[in-house]
């Protein structure tokens, strides 16, 4: 009933709502700069390996920016490239191992978290210079950096490509970056009344209903009753469900049921909207009549 969040540039970012309110400040002109990207490493191929290949024994060494080493021993007999990708995995060096085997061979990729602040080395150190290990290097093939965007002209960092600060109520997934491209987000309008939103729903409820009549009847005889007759959690679901004009929405005010503002409840279980009726709470309480909705 708020309207929806737009991007008119879905490739270069999209937008969706958060909970807990309605973002204001809109429409807003978005360039984004750069995206968020992590620091990778990959090593060197080794020809003819599997994931079950014996790297040998040694350590890789995983340094954080600003931090301190992390070392992952590898010993003989646990020395897989799986099995070393697992120890990494486990040592919460806050990168994720995984290896990749393609028609080239098998190498290990490891990768960090976005942004700048999470950039790392990773090297190895084997003890036989002939082993997988021994001839293995590790090659950085991406760099940690912030996404970079501009939002009505003021430059902005992240350190990741899903931002929910820059405007309240609002998330902004960036996918592409296009610096020089203006990308406007909006709030688009509702398209219906409060009306015509509560008669989709009452047609919703009842399409529901209808099919859970049509599933519990009782038929002429057992052979033509519904394939849910009988069961007692159907027979529950379709109590409270009953219960639902009658439920209390609003703390304060006149209006504080369905049925307060014109939804009744029909004998075979359906609903029915009587729009005089809500256009008469409307005309008199409005923002009551919205907020309870």
């Known amino acids: 009933y708020?309207?929806?969040?737009?991007?008119?540039?879905t490739d270069i970012a999209s937008v969706s709502v958060l909970?807990?309110?309605?973002?204001s400040g809109l429409p807003a002109q978005l360039t984004v700069e750069q995206l968020a990207a992590a620091t990778v490493y990959a090593s060197s191929v080794a020809t003819g390996a599997t994931s079950t290949t014996a790297m040998g024994s040694?350590?890789?060494?995983?340094?954080p920016k600003g931090g301190s080493a992390i070392t992952i021993d590898i010993a003989s007999g646990n020395d897989s490239f799986a099995n070393?990708?697992?120890?990494?995995?486990?040592?919460?060096?806050?990168?994720?191992?995984?290896?990749?085997?393609?028609?080239?061979?098998t190498r290990l990729v490891l990768k960090g978290a976005t942004g700048a602040d999470n950039d790392f080395t990773a090297s190895v150190a084997a003890d036989d210079s002939t082993s997988v290990l021994g001839k293995m290097t590790m090659n950085a093939t991406s760099a940690a950096q912030n996404a970079i965007i501009t939002l009505d002209g003021v430059s902005q960092e992240y350190a990741t490509n899903t931002i929910d600060s820059a405007i309240e109520y609002?998330?902004?997934?960036l996918n592409k970056a296009s610096p020089g491209t203006s990308v406007t987000l909006s709030m688009t309008q509702p398209t219906g009344t409060l009306s015509s939103l509560l008669q989709e729903f009452v047609d919703a409820y009842n399409t529901l209903m209808g099919a859970l009549n049509t599933a519990t009847s009782t038929g002429t005889d057992?052979?033509?009753?519904?394939v849910l007759n009988g069961v007692s959690g159907v027979r529950e679901m379709k109590r409270q469900?009953?219960?639902i004009t009658s439920t209390q929405l609003a703390s304060t005010g006149t209006y504080k049921t369905l049925s307060d503002i014109g939804v009744s409840t029909n004998?075979?279980?359906?609903?029915?909207?009587?729009?005089?009726?809500?256009?008469e709470a409307m005309a008199a309480d409005p923002e009551g009549i919205t907020a309870m909705i």
Request: glycine share 12%; proline share 3%.
């Open 2 to 9: 708020t309207g929806t969040p737009n991007s008119n540039a």
């Open 19 to 23: 909970t807990g309110g309605t973002p």
């Open 58 to 63: 040694g350590t890789i060494t995983i340094t």
């Open 84 to 105: 070393v990708a697992a120890s990494i995995n486990a040592a919460n060096a806050g990168v994720t191992a995984r290896v990749v085997t393609d028609s080239q061979g």
């Open 170 to 173: 609002m998330r902004i997934d």
């Open 222 to 226: 057992s052979s033509n009753a519904g």
């Open 241 to 243: 469900l009953a219960q």
């Open 267 to 279: 004998r075979d279980g359906t609903l029915t909207l009587d729009t005089t009726r809500l256009a």
